[in-house]
């Protein structure tokens, strides 16, 4: 994937899972034009921005920091969730659960502003108005350029 920081082959739910979210954006730019609302079912929406945010370890790939240095993206409303990445190994991983030492950087944004700003629905700018940042204001300002489609 060239979006998203997996190492050598991406692994097939990876692959199922860009198909799903191409799909879903594809919907929800048909029902943003016909004024319908959108699927934003936890269950449907869920799993797009839990896909999109694994393009965070690519988003942060120029931005070098100590070994163990951590940032915290948390996605509000009924789909989001906490997500971290930790400098590990010299590149960006996605991290289970709290890092050690607790992050650097945090950054929180709305679910329709991940969803929009992943696939360029937005302007990085709208989606750093809509957002909340903390921190290393290198990796905030990094994580707030996500890009998770190929264009």
């Given at each position: ?27 929800q730019q048909i029902r943003d034009a016909v ?56 590149r960006w991983r996605m991290a289970p659960g ?54």
């Amino acid at each position: 994937m060239s979006w998203a920081a997996t190492d050598l082959a991406s692994p097939a739910w990876l692959d199922i899972a860009r198909e799903y979210t191409e799909f879903w954006v594809h919907q929800q730019q048909i029902r943003d034009a016909v004024s319908r609302p959108g699927a934003d079912d936890p269950d449907l929406l869920g799993p797009v921005i839990d896909t999109f945010l694994r393009a965070l370890p690519r988003t942060l790939q120029a931005e070098i920091r100590p070994e163990g240095t951590a940032m915290r993206f948390v996605v509000t409303g009924p789909a989001g969730g906490v997500w971290h990445v930790t400098r590990q190994a010299g590149r960006w991983r996605m991290a289970p659960g709290d890092p050690a030492n607790g992050p650097v950087a945090h950054v929180t944004m709305d679910q329709d502003a991940l969803w929009r700003l992943a696939s360029r629905g937005i302007t990085v700018e709208e989606a750093r108005r809509r957002s909340g940042t903390q921190g290393d204001r290198g990796l905030t300002s990094a994580a707030t350029t996500l890009l998770a489609v190929v264009r």
